[in-house]
């Protein structure tokens, strides 16, 4: 798919008309003949922004390889879309290290297809803010990653190229939304891994997969360059095999680059610097509210309640807590998603109103194939725009601005419960891995794609940063602990979960 002018059209009166009942309102033969004469005048202008050149980041590192589709033969566990190197600066804090990037981030010169058959072909011509990061930090960038198609399914099946198998046991899946990163670092393949959280893409599959995920603060890392669902929720964070190396691509991935709407204000830390062994420092508090949900397996939550009771022992203070509304953060999350998504496709993938960086490229491309091949998304997206579109016109966005008033309760009463305490302990998701099985249903595949989301989602939401490390197996699959933090106080989450992970060694 490459990008070309539109050389923009007058719409015919019968279009007129058309988008007139779109915000119902009925028109005058007269009145859509005096539109017909001022939309004229008014679009000539347009034809100047047609020969104007688009205002885009530029371009380092120009010397790439595209790669290739690698076989089965090469990417046993479905990790990988494309292997590829794109080689950044001769040093840094990242040199030697072979970076992944889930197939959601732009790399100018290589394919983008954000796990979807939808968008084979396409090749951005601009590099996400952080991939230029990444290079400037020393990274080579080995591989776009594969994902659940379009992101929308926490399970790791949904690819349009079929399951991504879990590195610890393949007869069970990576989970997602982003599989192919917690499959790649998991397996070696990678070094370190970027991962795209919305309701828990980056910790689930870490959780699943054995390794560490850490969602960062809401707009701590730049999203500029990532194709997203909804500009409220979208994150993008490090999946890596230790918090160290967690610390150290956030260390170079975090902060305000100016194009992002997402960001205000931007307070950055020295997150390696800040790591610590000892676990006396911390503090934790157990959060009731995160055990014994509905789709709760026992195994997982004595896992992850025996390794905070080893890590007490090893010297942490840890204390339950009751976090009342964390029990409706679910709900409230999937109010806005719901709403946001369908908007955010509406928006050709990049969204209206806010100051920044708009992919052009990606508008087009996204939106010639949503209007010729929308029959071909993902079950779980079908459902998503159709109940989001239904609930904003039927509802007049009620549930959706609702939602958000909630959020703000919700987070204020993570606040109010970390007021006292380092961090907010729980398991990452309510069971393990899923098995493989190409069989199920198509109400059994959604069920599937949503039914971990329990204590992820919320924190979407809220932007509270949130990490999740190995606490140990649970029928021989890893059950991950997640613990939370204050926004923008991303280093004590990181320090606490290293801290953990010294006790666990």
Known sequence: MSESPPNVQAPTPEEIRAYAEQHHIELSDAEVAD??????ETL????????????????????RDPGHRPGRDEDPLNAFVTKCEVQGADDGPLAGYEVGLKDNVNVAGVELTLGSKLFEGYVPSTDATIVTRLLDAGATITGKLNMEDMAFSGSGE?????????????????????????????????DVAIGGDQGGSIRIPAAWSGIVGHKPTHGL??????????????????????????????????????????QGEVPTDDYLEALSDDPSDVTVGVVEEGFGRETSEPGVDETVRDALADFEDAGATVEAVSVPMHVDGLTIWNAIALEETSATVDGECVGHYGNGFYDTQLAEAFGR??????DDYITTLKLTLVLGEYLSDEYRGRYYAKAQNLSRKLAAEYDEALEDIDVLAMPTTPQTAHEVDETISRVEAIERALNMLHNTSPFDVTGHPAISVPAG???????????IGDRFDDATVLSS???FEASHE
């Open 158 to 190: 949904l690819s349009a190229t079929g399951p991504v198998l879990n590195p610890v046991d393949s007869d069970y899946i990576a989970g997602g939304s982003s599989s192919g990163s917690a499959a790649a670092v998991g397996n070696g393949d990678v």
């Open 473 to 483: 197996t649970a029928g021989g699959l890893p059950a991950g602990l997640m613990l």
């Open 497 to 499: 979960a290293r801290a």
């Open 35 to 40: 539109f017909e004469a001022v939309i004229a």
């Open 44 to 63: 000539a202008g347009y034809e100047r922004l047609d020969e104007l050149p688009d205002y885009r980041p530029r371009v380092e590192y120009t010397d």
């Open 369 to 374: 194939a949503r209007r010729a091949h929308a």
């Open 221 to 262: 890392v730049p999203y500029t360059g990532i194709a997203g669902l909804g500009r409220s929720f979208d994150h993008a964070g490090p999946m890596c095999s230790t918090v160290e190396d967690c610390a150290r691509v956030l260390d170079v991935i975090a902060g305000k680059d100016g194009l992002d709407p997402r």
